[in-house]
């Protein structure tokens, strides 16, 4: 109380940011401009978010890697100041299951080491082969169509949900259904009704198609889950819970890496034309983690709370606060990538978060990582005249979204 | 140099396999690393370096003996 008095008028509080900041349209593929004062000045600051709640921002790399590693910072969004994406997430946590993506250890260890074994490295590299031959055929129709053409219909989504539904074993040919739900859901445009009866839509879709798979298994990844059930290892609704996150989060992800790595690659012919030219996998697979660390499209920052107070950086984060990491800020940190603002697919980016980092690093990384290895080591080298078919600035960028995109990018040959 | 593995921090990403396969491997069932070479030679140590600094569990060391 005697602080409050003493603590002369209100107004004289320092400025607290706005975040998600906003970005600077003539330099699209950047992060926002007011990142980079932040993560120079003040790496550990407060912003205001969407509640007028003031959660931690947190910029650089290495400070990153040591919050999200540290047992004291957690991912349960049951906790009362978790700072949530959007009104939509803060209305249905409290109604959410314990899931991988809201859990701590030891149950998230063991949530997540019971649906692991399908990414397995092994098991990923294995599909090499048949994801070469998708993207070949998708890239042949789409020579065989008109000029020019949406990259974004005609390749970049249809590989992340063919590569999904065939894993996890969902018809594809549901895949209007699936895709146009899962952008609903994570959208922030929308409101809390709309996102959740999209939710809702696809747990029914998914609770019926397991109910399927638990009498007729098949070879995917949700008969696995089914015999797990049926072993008393998983409950039903974990099962449903993991089946529909994997769907929303193995599609729109890498079909944007997809659609805007093509768009800064032909913003940087030299860079472009070292990939077209290369067979090297090595080279290849340090160009996809170039374009990941570039990019960094998970642009509404990872969300945390601290379970215990957490001196960091000069800062003490007190038990209950809110954290937020934003990723770009991360990856374009210059102690981590020198001359981090340059697209350099020569440069060693291995480090980078865009997959994020600790125990929640991304399920689906290596799935992702070979499909757009593929990608981008067949598209330029089949279509070596690969252009843009409208200037940038008419592009239509998703600010919405989880991650941040193009609605379609349109290309001639 | 011996290579230590905190097991139980484990969450079976399997990035040290992509680092370091000679080192590293993980179990069929459930992802976790398994460690294929307690004391590696010389010649292994730059990819379990990298493992080591991309593990996203921090659950690898390099130890000197
Ligand atoms: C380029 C494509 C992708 C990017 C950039 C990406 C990014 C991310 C990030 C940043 C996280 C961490 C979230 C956090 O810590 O709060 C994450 C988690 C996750 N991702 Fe991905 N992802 C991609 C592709 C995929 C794919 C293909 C799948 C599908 C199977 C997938 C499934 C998941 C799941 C299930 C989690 C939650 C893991 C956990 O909380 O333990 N992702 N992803
Ligand atoms: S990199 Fe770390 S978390 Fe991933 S499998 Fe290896 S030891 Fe486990």
Redesign the pocket.
């Known amino acids: 109380m005697a602080d409050t008095l003493a603590g002369a008028t209100p107004d004289a509080a320092p400025e607290v940011p706005e975040y998600p900041m906003p970005r600077d349209l003539r330099c699209p593929l950047a992060p926002p401009p007011a990142l980079e004062p932040l993560r120079d000045e003040q790496p550990i600051a407060k912003v205001r978010i969407w509640n007028g709640s003031t959660p931690w921002l947190i910029t650089r790399h290495a400070d990153q890697r040591a919050l999200l590693t540290d047992p004291r910072v957690s991912?349960d969004d049951h906790e009362p100041d978790f700072p949530h994406v959007n009104a939509h997430r803060a209305a249905i946590a409290p109604h959410t299951p314990k899931l991988?993506?809201n859990t701590d250890a030891p149950e998230?260890t063991r949530l997540?080491r019971s649906v692991n074994a399908p990414f397995l490295v092994k098991r990923i590299e294995a599909m090499r082969p048949a994801i070469q031959k998708t993207v070949d055929d998708l890239i042949d129709t789409m020579l065989a169509g008109p000029n020019p053409a949406d990259l974004l219909t005609a390749l970049a989504l249809p590989l992340?949900s063919l590569v999904?539904a065939d894993l996890l074993g969902v018809p594809y040919k549901d895949h209007g259904f699936f895709q146009e739900n899962s952008n609903r859901a994570l959208d922030s445009s929308l409101t809390a009704e709309e996102a959740s009866a999209a939710s809702r839509a696809l747990g029914q879709y998914m609770d019926t198609l397991f109910r399927e798979k638990l009498d007729n298994p098949g070879d995917d990844v949700l008969s696995e889950m089914a015999g797990r059930v049926k072993a008393g290892e998983m409950a039903h609704q974990e099962a449903v819970n993991m089946g529909v996150?994997?769907l929303i989060?193995?599609h729109e992800?890498?079909a944007t890496?997809i659609s805007l790595g093509t768009l800064a690659l032909l913003q940087h012919p030299d860079q472009l034309a070292l990939l077209r030219e290369s067979d090297d996998p090595k080279f290849i697979a340090g160009a996809v983690e170039e374009l990941?660390r570039y990019l960094s499209?998970?642009h509404s920052g990872?969300?945390r709370v601290a379970k215990e107070d957490i001196e960091i950086g000069g800062q003490v984060i007190r038990e209950g606060d809110g954290i937020l990491f934003d990723?770009h800020a991360a990856n374009w940190d210059p102690q981590a990538f020198p001359e981090s603002e340059r697209l350099d697919l020569s440069r060693p980016a291995r480090q980078h978060n865009?997959?994020?980092y600790?125990?929640?690093?991304?399920?689906?990384?290596n799935?992702?990582r070979l499909e757009?290895q593929v990608v981008y080591g067949t598209l330029y080298k089949r279509v070596p005249t690969l252009s843009l078919a409208a200037p940038i600035e008419q592009l239509p960028f998703n600010h919405t979204g989880t991650t941040y995109g193009v609605k379609c990018l349109p290309v001639r040959w | 140099m011996r290579v230590e593995l905190d097991e139980p921090k484990c969450v079976a990403s399997g990035q040290c396999v992509m680092a370091s396969p000679e080192v590293f491997d993980q179990r069929e069932d459930d992802g976790v690393a398994i460690l294929l070479e307690e004391r590696p030679g010389e010649e292994l140590l730059d990819g379990v370096r990298e493992a080591v600094a991309i593990c996203p569990a921090a659950a690898i060391r390099l130890v000197e003996e």
């Open positions: 991912n991988i993506t998230h997540r992340p999904i996150a994997m989060a193995g992800t890498t890496m990941l499209i998970v990872l969300r990723l865009a997959f994020g600790g125990p929640h690093q991304c399920l689906g990384q799935l992702a757009l």
